[in-house]
């Protein structure tokens, strides 16, 4: 392989075509911001979570800009207001520099938790309590008006008997505008919550949120995708599979398995 230049070549390196492949790979990469962001507690230990319950998602009350703007890392919306925001998060204060404002549909609620309920129910060594009863225990409270969080994984942690509590917020849920080949794409932000019900303490949180991006921005999502612009729908598929995989909850008879496999002859 040769540059030519005014009418002679000089010979390259034959690791140049490789070397630039791998550079415009990881320009194409490395331009997006992550999209799945998880915390711990310092006290959090999965292998002490054997049964879960799991409280039906919930969507952000305040309206939402149509888009949104990057805040480092994960990325959502401009403007957040929750009960369920956590201590020492910021929030950003909204400028009206947006041109659309949407209220997040209830459905896309119903569609993540039940997205989290097929991922879980299969788990070797965990229990899971579904939405349905979780929520109906609740109903058998004396609590008025809309309890907290942490209210509402004690009330349902003793009910159930349950280890944790498991429950999230959605707090974009775009559609996309457009075709799979071209569009104003989709975008869909949520956070996954795992409780302690003995105190209400958060012990592990996961957030995603995607905007998707073209080719030229984003070539593994790109084709991730299929090569095209997704949905709403399928956007939030692909971030609850994301975050699931990363919940390590349920997990230990799958790993031990695989230890014996790997160690026998």
């Known amino acids: 392989m040769s540059l030519a230049i005014n009418g002679g070549s000089i010979p390259l390196p034959a690791g140049f075509f490789v070397i630039s492949l791998i550079g415009w790979w990881c320009l194409g990469v490395g331009c997006v911001p992550s999209k799945v962001q998880i915390q711990a507690a310092p006290e959090f230990d999965p292998s002490r979570i054997t049964s879960l319950a799991i409280l039906p998602f919930q969507t952000i009350k305040t309206p939402q800009w149509g888009n949104s703007s990057t805040r480092g890392g ?6 957040i207001r929750t009960q369920f925001r956590l201590p020492g998060t910021d929030q950003v204060n909204g400028t009206d520099s947006r041109k659309v404002r949407y209220v997040v549909p209830a459905t896309a609620a119903h569609r993540i938790t039940t997205q989290v309920v097929s991922a879980l129910v ?9 939405p349905e009863e979780s929520f109906a225990v609740l109903g058998k409270g004396s609590q008025k008006g809309e309890p907290s969080l942490s209210v509402m ?19 974009t849920y775009r559609e996309r505008e457009g075709s799979r080949l071209g569009a104003n794409p989709a975008a869909v932000g ?40 997704v949905t709403a729908d399928k956007l939030a598929e692909l971030g609850v599979e994301k975050v699931m995989k990363a919940f390590p909850v349920g997990l230990a008879d799958t790993g031990s398995a695989q230890s014996l496999r790997e160690g026998s002859p």
């Open 74 to 79: 994960v990325r959502d919306p401009e403007e």
């Open 122 to 130: 299969n788990r070797p060594s965990l229990r899971v309590i579904g």
């Open 153 to 171: 994984a004690q009330e349902v942690g003793t009910q159930l008997k349950v280890d944790g509590i498991l429950t999230g917020l959605v707090s």
């Open 190 to 229: 949520f956070e996954v919550y795992l409780v302690r019900p003995s105190d209400g303490t958060i012990l592990w949180t996961g957030e995603f949120f995607e905007e998707q991006k073209p080719l030229n921005q984003d070539v593994v999502g790109f084709f991730e995708k299929g090569g095209g612009f």
